[in-house]
Every structure is written in C-alpha cells, then in structure tokens.
T-cell receptor, first 112, second 112 residues
Framework: DAGVIQSPRHEVTEMGQEVTLRCKPISGHNSLFWYRQTMMRGLELLIYFNNNVPIDDSGMPEDRFSAKMPNASFSTLKIQPSEPRDSAVYFC??????????FGPGTRLTVT | GIQVEQSPPDLILQEGANSTLRCNFSDSVNNLQWFHQNPWGQLINLFYIPSGTKQNGRLSATTVATERYSLLYISSSQTTDSGVYFCAVAWGSGGSNYKLTFGKGTLLTVNP
C-alpha cells in the first residue's frame, strides 16, 4: 500500500520566491492535515481539510501561506513570498475522519 | 489548550535494556498516538491508543485516560530503536477533536 506521498522531498529557495509543496493522501482517507516541524516550536498543525473542505486554518501563520485541496487525492501548501523563518520540515498527514493519522515523509524547506 | 508533557527528555541505553517513556496530558483526550521519528526524519506510527493496552512485538503501550497519562514500553532495545518518540493527543469537542497536539518528545539513543 502506498502511504502519504509528498513532493518535493527537499526544496531550497531564495527569500521572496514562491514555494509550492504537494501531497497525495492515502486512498480512501477523507481527512488531510498539514503540519510544520521546527526546533523552536516542535510539530504544529497548520490546516485541516475534511472531504476536501478546509475546516480549520487557525494554525496558518499568516497570509503568505495558503492551502488547497482541489480533489480527494491532492493538496498543495503554498508560501508566497517565502522568508528565511519559513525554513522547516512540512509534513502532510491523512486519516479517516477523527481516526489514526498517517504522516508522509515530509518536505525539508530551506529559504536563504 | 491542552498540555502534553513527555519524560524523560533524553534517554541513553545499552542494547538489550528495557525502558519506559511517559506522556502526561492536562485534559480528557479523544485520541492518543505514539510515533517514532527515525534519524531520517520520518514519523512512524507505533500505537493508536486512546485507552487500554496494546502490544506490538517488543513495544507495548498503556493509556490510563482517567488519570491522563500514557506509557510506552520498549523491551530488549536495539540500535534501530534510536530516534525521537512523540506522544500526540486529540482533544476537545466539535470540530476541534481531530487536532493532534504533540509533546516535545523523548530522544532515545541505544548504544551497541
């Protein structure tokens, strides 16, 4: 079984550039989550979708961040413009509604 | 919000030793998960255990929901057990009970 798939695995970009992270959830799962991991703040939830609809984006740090889920098998997290403080590992996770969450391998983002 | 505290923060073992990791949480929870983050950064599901006891090979976990804690037992540790162990809980009612709040983790090092 394919787990959660994320791309790219590593991204290095310059400050001010647009960054797009991609996620394919586990087939059949109807909830999708974007988390961010930093040394300072640990793992924190950014946004949660249920049945492709954003339910809670209270964790999104600011307007530079946006997320979409156009269909049940694809989601994007976009940062525009990127800043050095956005450097982190971004994880996507999926689950059945309120069920066990499974995480993808993460995207390590470095903004110089 | 809910507080999740893990102890000890760091643990060094010799191969073959046993260990117990603890997770305390400050409110009633709906879900509780234990993860292992390996040295490559991947989050691996260990247990989905909002209450009761489960075992998987050398690992077992117990959650006592009424007393707001969970324990992860590792027996006959191996060098491949090294990494960070996270406890994460989902709590609250309505739309918020899907959110996973993570503890800061226990860094385990198993020496040969």
């Amino acid at each position: 079984d394919a787990g959660v798939i994320q791309s790219p695995r590593h991204e290095v970009t310059e400050m001010g550039q647009e960054v797009t992270l991609r996620c394919k959830p586990i087939s059949g799962h109807n909830s999708l989550f974007w988390y961010r991991q930093t040394m300072m703040r640990g793992l924190e939830l950014l946004i949660y979708f249920n049945n492709n609809v954003p339910i809670d984006d209270s964790g999104m740090p600011e307007d530079r961040f946006s997320a979409k889920m156009p269909n049940a098998s694809f989601s994007t997290l976009k940062i525009q413009p990127s800043e050095p403080r956005d450097s982190a590992v971004y994880f996507c996770a999926s689950s059945l509604t309120r069920g066990e969450q499974y995480f993808g391998p993460g995207t390590r983002l470095t903004v110089t | 919000g809910i507080q999740v505290e893990q102890s000890p923060p760091d643990l060094i073992l010799q191969e073959g030793a046993n260990s117990t990791l603890r997770c305390n949480f400050s409110d009633s929870v709906n879900n509780l998960q234990w993860f292992h983050q390996n040295p490559w950064g991947q989050l691996i599901n260990l247990f989905y255990i909002p209450s009761g006891t489960k075992q998987n090979g050398r690992l077992s976990a117990t959650t006592v929901a009424t007393e707001r804690y969970s324990l992860l037992y590792i027996s006959s540790s191996q060098t491949t057990d090294s990494g960070v162990y996270f406890c994460a809980v989902a709590w609250g009612s309505g739309g918020s009970n899907y959110k996973l709040t993570f503890g800061k983790g226990t860094l385990l090092t198993v020496n040969p």
